[in-house]
Every structure is written in structure tokens, then in C-alpha cells.
């Protein structure tokens, strides 16, 4: 059998304000309505329910059971509703900048640089996205993307954000050398191409057993392992500057080797126009330009913290 559709919003706007006041006079001056107007609303859900929800006394109203029962669902509805609203309205009233990029370098970078956003730019709405790996093709829901991918791949829409260098990273105390590196466990992203043999033929290292390997689907959960004193870590100076800056990683050894991967900026064309993009897009310049100013010192901060 088909369900009864709800009762009219006006009616029950009437009985709230009429069970509050427990007067269809004053409900119908705070809900600017003749007093009889009220009344009929109230005696039309009441028709509607099959039930009476007040008692109709001399000088005042009385709500009956049923009127008891309903009333905090009635004002339950009307307070969801009210929060929903809102919130819609708030949200269309700020203006929202979708940023979109891989889960290590949102954690990695873009927040703990977030601070710096919002001294700059204290109004800016971000809605961040990520993803687990790059998509092949441009988000098309996304203001502003951020991509990881090996630099001599297309890249039309998008402009180089860093030359990053790779090295082994692991924890403060944690105690490895290169002789006896077969001993220690290295910690890979898979997909990446920061291997230990890449690094070691960079590095000019004489051949000799590597470490025991354990890949990662994600960068930040590999680094998380390094920091544990699980092992080794293969990072690269944007993923680790920040870890690196605050001691909860180091550089055991000084020898780096330059990645084929880096980050690239793009604009969605249909966001060039949007102040909040561009004002984002160049404060991610800015940023990146400082951590590389930085990075010098972070070498010896690093193998000698």
C-alpha cells in the first residue's frame, strides 16, 4: 500500500509554535498569521494524524500525549533542516577552491606548509582531494592539481615544480652503516623509481649485497616505518625536508642521487580567471622556492642530528 505523504510544512510550523506558546494567539504573532489561521492549520494535522494533539481549555492549551510524543520529532525535523540550510548557504557564500594531489604529498608537504597559506591568504576555502596514485588524465574536478610523474612525460598543462634529489632516510638513533647495509631493511614506494641500486650507481658506491626490501603503497607509510627503526627509507627532498627539519628523520650517509620523477603545477582553464586559484597556485611556487633555498642545510642538519 502506498504511504501517506507527510503533512504540510505550514501545519507543522503552526503546532510547534502553538505547543511552545501553548497559545494559538502568540504563535500566530511570531509566525505574523491571524489566530484563526492557526487554529485550522492545527486542526487540519490533527484531522490528518487522526488524533487531537491539544486539549483546548478555557484560558490556555494543553498538549496531549500524542502532542507530548510529536513535539521533539516535529522540532528535531525543523532544527536538521535549519542546520542543512545553513550550511548550504554558508557554503555557496564561500567561495571553495578544490585542490587536488597524492596522499604523500598532501601530508608531506601541504600541510605542515599550511600555516604559511593562511597568513597569506586568511580567507582562501581549500576542499582537499587525494589520491593513492596519479591519474592519467587531468582532474576535471579540480581547481588546482598538483601531479607527481616522471618528468619527460607530457606535461603541456602543467609547469615543474622541483628537481628533487633522493637518499636513504631513517630515524634519529637508528644505527646503520654502508658496510654492513645488507643487515638493515629498506623501505620502498612502489611505483617510485628511487631504488637502492639507482642510488648506490649514483652514489659511485662499490658494488656489494644490498639491504633486504619491503615496498609501500604509499611514500608516507614507508617513512612512517623509517621513523619507527623499522628500517631504511628511500625519500626524496620534497617528502622529507619537513621530517628531516624537525629530527624525526636524518641522512645516514651524504650521497644523493637525482630523481626522474618531480611535482607538477597545473590550473584547471576553467579556474584562471579564480583569484583563489591563482593566489594558491603562486603561493606553491613561493613555498617550493624557499624549501629549495633551505635544503643546503638541511644536509648537514640531517647526517648530524
Not at 9 to 28: C, G, I, K, P, V
Request: hydrophobic residues 40%; glycine residues 4%; proline residues 6%.
Amino acid at each position: 500500500m502506498q504511504e501517506r505523504a507527510l503533512p504540510p510544512l505550514n501545519w507543522l510550523r503552526a503546532f510547534e509554535a502553538a505547543a511552545r506558546h501553548l497559545s494559538f494567539t502568540n504563535a500566530a504573532g511570531e509566525l505574523n498569521m491571524t489566530q484563526s489561521a492557526v487554529s485550522q492549520h492545527i486542526k487540519s494535522l490533527e484531522s490528518y494524524l487522526g488524533q487531537p494533539l491539544f486539549y483546548r481549555r478555557t484560558r490556555h492549551l494543553e498538549l496531549t500525549v500524542l502532542g507530548q510524543n510529536y513535539l521533539p520529532v516535529v522540532r528535531g525535523a525543523f532544527s536538521t533542516l535549519t542546520k542543512g540550510t545553513r550550511m548550504l548557504m554558508s557554503t555557496g557564500k564561500a567561495r571553495v577552491l578544490r585542490v587536488k594531489t597524492n596522499m604523500s604529498f598532501s601530508t608531506a608537504w601541504l600541510a605542515p606548509h599550511l600555516p604559511s597559506l593562511y597568513d597569506r591568504h586568511p580567507d582562501i576555502h581549500l576542499y582537499l582531494t587525494t589520491a593513492i596514485w596519479e591519474p592519467d588524465q587531468n582532474a576535471p574536478d579540480a581547481d588546482v592539481e598538483i601531479r607527481f610523474q616522471v618528468s619527460d612525460k607530457s606535461t603541456s598543462d602543467f609547469e615543474r615544480l622541483t628537481w628533487d634529489h633522493y637518499y636513504p632516510v631513517c630515524a634519529p638513533n637508528y644505527d646503520v652503516s654502508l658496510e654492513a647495509i645488507h643487515n638493515h631493511r629498506m623501505f620502498y614506494c612502489t611505483g617510485m623509481l628511487t631504488t637502492w641500486d639507482g642510488w648506490a650507481e649514483a652514489a659511485d658506491l662499490p658494488s656489494s649485497p644490498g639491504p633486504r626490501t619491503t615496498h609501500g603503497q604509499i611514500l608516507t607509510t614507508v617513512m612512517a616505518a623509517a621513523e619507527s627503526g623499522a628500517g631504511l627509507a628511500m625519500a626524496h627532498d620534497t617528502s622529507a625536508a619537513h621530517m628531516l627539519r624537525t629530527g624525526r628523520l636524518i641522512r645516514p650517509f651524504v650521497q644523493t642521487a637525482q630523481m626522474q620523477e618531480a611535482y607538477y603545477l597545473g590550473v584547471n582553464p576553467a579556474a584562471r580567471d579564480n583569484s583563489d586559484a591563482q593566489n594558491f597556485a603562486q603561493w606553491v611556487r613561493d613555498e617550493m622556492a624557499a624549501d629549495q633555498a633551505r635544503r643546503p642545510s638541511l644536509g648537514w642538519l640531517a647526517t648530524h642530528a
